[in-house]
């Protein structure tokens, strides 16, 4: 309604001071932290290290049917277990053309009954 005219006219000559040393530190919450991996051995490294390869390559290229078979043909056959993390993780990131591509195509062509529980 009315306007107080005596606050419009201040100024403030003051400048920011540091009130304390934290006041200089970056932010806690702005800093990023880089996860440390741990693993069991070394077969476990490379296990891992397979894995993620494996599913960097499915993401690439768009078809985990392709990337598994080439995978089989190179090592004579796949471990159920990857087969199966591969399949859960996809799910869990909601890919479900992945999923049922491996399902429907190529499950049986990697492990057997593989997709009767997921």
Not at 18 to 33: D, I
Not at 46 to 59: H, S, V
Request: glycine letters at 4%; one cysteine or more; a positive charge.
């Amino acid at each position: 309604m009315h306007a107080n005219p005596f606050i419009a006219n201040i100024k403030i000559h003051r400048r920011l001071e540091v009130v304390s040393m934290g006041m200089l530190s970056p932010r806690k919450f702005l800093q990023k932290r880089r996860k440390v991996e741990l693993f069991k051995d070394a077969s476990d490294e490379a296990d891992q290290k397979n894995w993620r390869r494996l599913m960097k390559q499915i993401e690439d290229t768009g078809s985990a049917v392709s990337v598994l078979r080439r995978e089989r043909i190179k090592k004579d056959g796949l471990p159920r277990d990857l087969v199966l993390g591969t399949l859960v993780r996809f799910k869990q990131l909601k890919k479900w053309d992945i999923v049922s591509e491996v399902c429907n195509k190529g499950a049986s062509a990697f492990c057997v009954n593989c997709c009767d529980n997921y």
